[in-house]
């Protein structure tokens, strides 16, 4: 019997998991043969299952039989669709004391005049709209190393990790309500954000958004520097104003020293993107494992994507520390089912064809594999897109599924640093807070090895356990904010990936 070809999760579970693509024919568990050909990362039914009857994948509930399906049988869009279950909320009953550990794990970080650490020391410029986009990109680019002669207008500033400008497609032809007000608070968090240690903001000067109005809004006065292209003269100007301010502002940027600091300053964003059926086998328990690490030092993970975690929040509230934090959660559920189908979608379309390819059929099944990145111990606090986090242990902040939104909100309420598990082969990359990739599968990783940080095949591989990879994956954390750079740092990733969410009509 070839055990080593498939995995099986749990008990209950009615169907397996295939390590490796398995012809018809094979025997895969005690009388159990397999009908089809079973892509890898994919799901073999290991009983019969009548129609209408619930398939269960991790013991839970991932879409129920549209049609009879046999013992060995190819488990997927064909055979497996969503429907109606009760959740039993049960808000808080698991909720259980997290031991932090004696000796708290420190890295090397800069501590700046507030007291707040960063993993990064970046000079920002940032947009009000999308109008100064342009001009914004002009003045970064004036200090850009060139990969080709290798002039580097930062080499005489080593403490400085570069300058970086923050564009998107909005600030204007918006309502002035909850729209201009996500926005404003996305904007703000950024401003604020400790890997920033200087930021100054471009607008064109007749845009909704304007720059008066964001900074009171946003407190953000003394904090940057403000410039309108219509009021200081047009392109060339603004331009030149911008770089004068960079170079003055480097040479205070270059002072900072890193230090040892406590693993309590770290607040991470957990992400996933072009997901496969293996991420839940390997990658995000994985990350879950370091994200409990993380916690029990002292820090905070932030878990994301609100639609992919739709179908199973029911395990979430079950950590909730309170009611008020559970029915939060829920809250977030009802208003993400009646937003898609005003949207004229629906929660299940959420599913790409990758993640189909790669073995993932529902969003239940999608969104069971997902929450693993957030470990296990207690839900602290629910937040809305880009509010400040405030709460050590692990939060929840609603977000989109798209990944450069999500993490763009997680950044925006404070993430130093993010990690990112991928099967088909994200290469996500952020500014100013790094992004560590880690790889579902081996294969994978060995194709795209410049991109991907950490190989969690190895789980898959029978090399090392979850909690092995996850301690690996810990390390790494603790080294990549201390400055070694990720591999998508080393392609200059994260500038293009800055995406607010956008809400309402575009007028």
């Known amino acids: 019997m070839a055990t080593a070809q498939v995995i099986r999760l749990h008990a209950d579970d009615s169907v397996l998991i295939a390590r490796a693509s398995l012809p018809p024919g094979l025997e ?56 109606d279950f009760a959740k039993d909320y049960a808000y808080g009953v698991d909720v259980k004391p997290v ?43 004036m200090f850009k190393k060139n990969p080709f002669t290798g002039d580097n207008p930062l080499a005489d500033y080593p403490n400085v990790d570069g300058v970086v400008a923050l564009t998107h497609k909005t600030g204007c032809g918006m309502t002035q309500d909850e729209p201009l ?59 030149e104003a911008g770089v004068a301010f ?67 929040e029911h395990l979430l509230t079950r950590r909730a520390v309170s009611r008020e934090v559970g029915e ?15 949207e004229g979608a629906e929660m299940n379309a959420n599913p790409s064809p990758g993640n189909k390819a790669g073995g993932l059929t529902t969003i239940l099944e999608k969104s069971l594999g997902a929450m693993a990145k957030a470990g296990s111990t207690n839900l602290v606090d629910v937040l809305n897109y880009a509010e400040p986090v405030t709460k050590k242990g692990f939060v929840f902040m609603d977000t989109p599924g798209y990944d450069p939104v999500a993490a763009t909100g997680q950044v925006a309420g404070g993430a130093n640093l993010v990690c990112f598990t991928t099967g088909r082969g994200s290469v996500f990359g952020c500014k100013p807070a790094p992004s560590i990739k880690l790889a579902t599968n081996t294969p994978m990783y060995k194709r795209m090895e410049d991109d ?50 956008v809400l309402g009509a575009t007028m």
């Open 181 to 239: 007000a996500l926005l404003r608070r996305t904007l703000g968090g950024y401003a604020r954000h400790v890997n920033f240690s200087n930021v100054i903001v471009l607008g064109l000067g007749c845009e909704v958004n304007q720059i008066g109005g964001l900074m009171q809004e946003q407190k953000l006065a003394g904090r940057l520097r403000a410039m309108d292209i219509q009021e200081v003269g047009g392109t060339r100007k603004t331009v």
């Open 328 to 342: 939060k959660l829920v809250g977030l559920m009802r208003w993400w089912e009646e937003y898609t189908q005003r």
């Open 28 to 83: 895969v568990a005690d009388g159990v043969t397999t009908v089809d050909r079973i892509p890898a990362g994919h799901k073999v039914a290991i009983k019969p299952i009548a129609q209408g009857e619930p398939i269960r994948r991790y013991g839970q509930i991932i879409g129920f039989a549209t049609q009879a399906i046999a013992p060995g049988q190819h488990v997927h869009t064909q055979n497996c669709g969503m429907g």
């Open 452 to 501: 991907m940080d950490v190989n969690c095949g190895t789980i898959l591989d029978g090399e090392e356990s979850v909690q092995e990879c996850g301690q690996r994956i810990f390390d790494l954390i603790l080294k990549t904010a201390s400055g070694q750079p990720t591999k998508s740092e080393s392609f200059d990733f994260g500038g293009a990936e800055f995406a607010p969410w």
């Open 99 to 141: 031991p932090n550990f004696d000796l708290p794990a420190t890295f090397e970080g800069i501590r700046r005049a507030d007291g707040r650490v960063a993993t990064r020391n970046y000079i920002g410029i940032l947009t009000s709209v999308n109008c100064s986009a342009h001009v914004a990109g002009i003045v970064a680019d």
């Open 246 to 312: 960079v170079k003055e502002a480097l040479a205070d940027a270059n002072k900072v020293k890193r230090e040892a600091v406590p693993a309590s300053e770290l607040t991470v964003a957990l992400q996933c993107g072009g997901s496969d059926g293996y991420s839940g086998v390997s990658a995000n328990p994985a990350l879950g494992a370091a994200s409990d690490l993380l916690v029990r030092h002292g820090g905070t993970v932030i878990l994301s994507e609100t639609p992919e975690t739709y179908g199973a």
